[in-house]
Each structure stands twice: as structure tokens, then as C-alpha cells.
């Protein structure tokens, strides 16, 4: 089965504490993309990649780390999470950047004490 | 800087009624993706309109793109309950081609549809 696959789904943290959310796809798509979605604001892209070794910022980076060391994964890494981290997350893939929708993960929803 | 705006941000409707939602963004773009997203859940893709006067229809749903306005409509045809959800339009920031792969989203539009 076609997915993007999100782990933690949940996670409560405190600040300070680095920490990793995992992405991974299997239907070889060469763009992946993060997202945060919060209430009135709408999702903002964090970061995206559009193949192997090709990050770019998206309009939200601060804070936030990503890699892209082979096609199916793309973690995003919070180096020192604080408060206002804390939100719903969405990792997304599509087989190029424009011409394709954009299958999203299930999401995890980070809590940063 | 590409703005993506959103209205209505709340719609209530009654079952059987039309209604439109649109979405307007601030530069130039040939593309343009609209999702749905249930509460609670992830988005899911809707459309894809991918030129000037480009049409698609899913069932009640029908969605247009007008490249020169710079507008995109969602028409919802005889709504029912099963329509109530979260939409969203999306527009990349940057000609295709281009170097940019940003994906800028309205805010969304809560759609409750009533008996």
C-alpha cells in the first residue's frame, strides 16, 4: 500500500531535549516536504526536499533540521524544541514538485513543555 | 512574497444547498491543488488544476483555476453531511521550472453542512 509513514504520532517533550520525527515513503517520490499546522494559521511549510541530497527552506525553517540521505526519508530534527514548537506536523511526498498532489502522513502531534 | 487567501474561513450550509469557496493568491502561478481534511485527520488530495481555465469534477465538488485572475473556485453542488470538512487550495511559490519548491496554503475553509 502507497503511504507516508510519520513516527512518533504523539509525543510529549520538554524543552531542551532534541528529538527526531521520522518520514518515511514508499512510492519512490523524489519531492518530500514538512509542514506545521496550527489553529488560524493554516499549514506553513517547514522545509523541503526535492531528491537525494536537496534541502531548501520553506517559509517556517527556524528551529528545524532536515536530511535527506536516501529517497524514502526525510526526518525533521528539532535540535532544542521550545513551547512554541509544540503543534501538528505533516509530512508530505509527491513524485515531483508541481505537477502531482502531495500524499501526506498521518501526522504527530508535538507537545514541547 | 505569494499570499494564498481563503473565504469564507467558516461556511455553514444546509443539506442541498450550492455554495462557493474561493481562493485568491497574490503572483503569478499555473498551478494550483485543493485538499480536503476530516477533524482529526491528514489532508487528502482533491484536485490538481494544472492550467488557465483548467475544470475537474468529483461528484458534488466541482473546482476551476483562472490563471489571469489569479483566482481558484470550489463549487459545492446539493451539499451533504459527508462534505463537512476542512478544505485548503495550495499554490507552489514558484513557476514551473523554477528553482522553488515552496507549497503556500490558505488558512482553509471549515465547511458544516446541516440537515
Known amino acids: 500500500e502507497a503511504q507516508v509513514t510519520q513516527n512518533p504520532r504523539y509525543l510529549i517533550t520538554v524543552t531542551g531535549k532534541k528529538l527526531t520525527v521520522t518520514c518515511s515513503q514508499n512510492?519512490?517520490?523524489?519531492?518530500m516536504s514538512w509542514y506545521r499546522q496550527d489553529p488560524g494559521l493554516g499549514l506553513r511549510q517547514i522545509y523541503y526536499?526535492?531528491?537525494?541530497?536537496?534541502?531548501d527552506k520553506g517559509d517556517v525553517p527556524e528551529g528545524y533540521k532536515v536530511s535527506r540521505k536516501e529517497k524514502r526519508n526525510f526526518p525533521l530534527i528539532l535540535e532544542s524544541p521550545s513551547p512554541n514548537q509544540t503543534s501538528l506536523y505533516f509530512c508530505?511526498?509527491?513524485?515531483?514538485?508541481?505537477?502531482?498532489?502531495?500524499?501526506f502522513g498521518d501526522g504527530t502531534r508535538l507537545s514541547i513543555l | 512574497e505569494l499570499k494564498v487567501e481563503q473565504n469564507p474561513l467558516f461556511l455553514s450550509m444546509q443539506e442541498g444547498k450550492n455554495y462557493t469557496i474561493y481562493c485568491n493568491y497574490s503572483?503569478?502561478?499555473?498551478?494550483l491543488y485543493w485538499y480536503r481534511q476530516d477533524p482529526g485527520k491528514s489532508l487528502e488530495s482533491l484536485f490538481v488544476?494544472?492550467?488557465?481555465?483548467a475544470v475537474k469534477q468529483e461528484g458534488r465538488l466541482m473546482a476551476s483555476l483562472d490563471t489571469k485572475a489569479r483566482l481558484s473556485t470550489l463549487h459545492i453542488t446539493a451539499a451533504v453531511h459527508d462534505l463537512s470538512a476542512t478544505y485548503f487550495c495550495?499554490?507552489?511559490?514558484?513557476?514551473?521550472?523554477?528553482?522553488?519548491?515552496?507549497?503556500?496554503f490558505g488558512k482553509g475553509t471549515k465547511l458544516s453542512v446541516k440537515p
Open positions: 495550495a499554490v507552489p511559490s514558484g513557476n514551473y521550472g523554477g528553482s522553488q519548491g515552496n507549497l503556500i
Open positions: 508530505a511526498s509527491s513524485r515531483d514538485r508541481h505537477n502531482q498532489p502531495q500524499h
Open positions: 488544476l494544472l492550467s488557465n481555465g
Open positions: 526536499s526535492m531528491n537525494v541530497e536537496v534541502t
Open positions: 503572483t503569478t502561478s499555473d498551478r
Open positions: 512510492m519512490n517520490h523524489e519531492y
